[in-house]
């Protein structure tokens, strides 16, 4: 990492601590530093299918992570933190500004009616060659948002603790009915006491289906799989 991505790694983890109300309960530098940014750039580990993304959309944003973090690591990148509670958003904003990261936006709003404007009217639908999404949502639920904001060969990436068969075979279910398909899961140690993170990939290799999104909150509700 360049000596100027450093520098915005620190004045990024100095403005979460001096948010008076930061949405993550990991806010002092140090602490940040690992859980929240080393966190955030394994997801580098998945290579060129996200390395090389020129737009990305990071779902579920909340403090700002992985999006703000993989923004520095990736300043080719466009990357848009798709954030439902404007309070959260506006958090990411600041973030965004204090670290002087250009590259990287908050939307406020769901995913699902991100997704459902076309890109071509400027949405996010069919807009994004990767989608990352860390603590959010179960798989089948993740590969739902992700589907219709994915180009063809676009990815999901989704950061997840232990293993579960369970979950997997549903996300795998789930993104099957979607024009997705799983891929091998990645084992990740950011930092030294991470615990079981995994990193699940799914590829967009279909259009995604007429009638996704579904209106927001079916996802969870329904969830697919």
Do not use: C
């Not at 990411?92 to 204090?98: E, P, T």
């Not at 990815?155 to 369970?166: H, T």
């Amino acid at each position: 990492m360049s000596a100027g991505s450093a520098e915005q790694i620190r004045l990024l983890l100095e403005a979460l601590a001096a948010e008076p109300h930061p949405p993550t309960t990991v806010a002092s530098p140090e602490d940040a530093l690992e859980v929240h940014v080393a966190d955030s750039l394994s997801g580098l580990e998945v290579g060129p299918p996200l390395t090389r993304a020129r737009r990305i959309a990071d779902v579920g944003a909340g403090a700002g992570f992985p999006g703000l973090a993989l923004a520095i690591a990736l300043p080719g990148a466009s990357v848009d933190l798709i954030e439902a509670a404007g309070r959260k958003a506006a958090v990411i904003s600041r973030l965004a500004q204090a670290a002087r990261i250009e590259n990287a936006r908050a939307v406020t709003g769901r995913a699902e009616e991100w997704a459902g404007t076309p890109a071509a009217l400027g949405g996010g639908g069919g807009a994004y060659d990767a989608v990352t999404a860390r603590a959010v949502a179960a798989l089948p639920v993740l590969v739902e948002y992700a589907a219709p904001l994915l180009r063809m060969d676009g990815v999901l990436v989704a950061w997840k603790g232990a293993r579960s068969g369970e979950e997997e075979a549903s996300g795998a279910a789930a993104a099957a009915e979607l024009g997705l398909a799983a891929e091998d899961a990645l084992r990740v140690e950011p930092f030294e006491d991470a615990r079981e993170r995994h990193l699940h990939v799914f590829r967009k290799i279909s259009p995604t289906p007429p009638g996704f999104p579904r209106r927001p909150g079916m996802a969870s509700k329904r969830p697919l799989g």
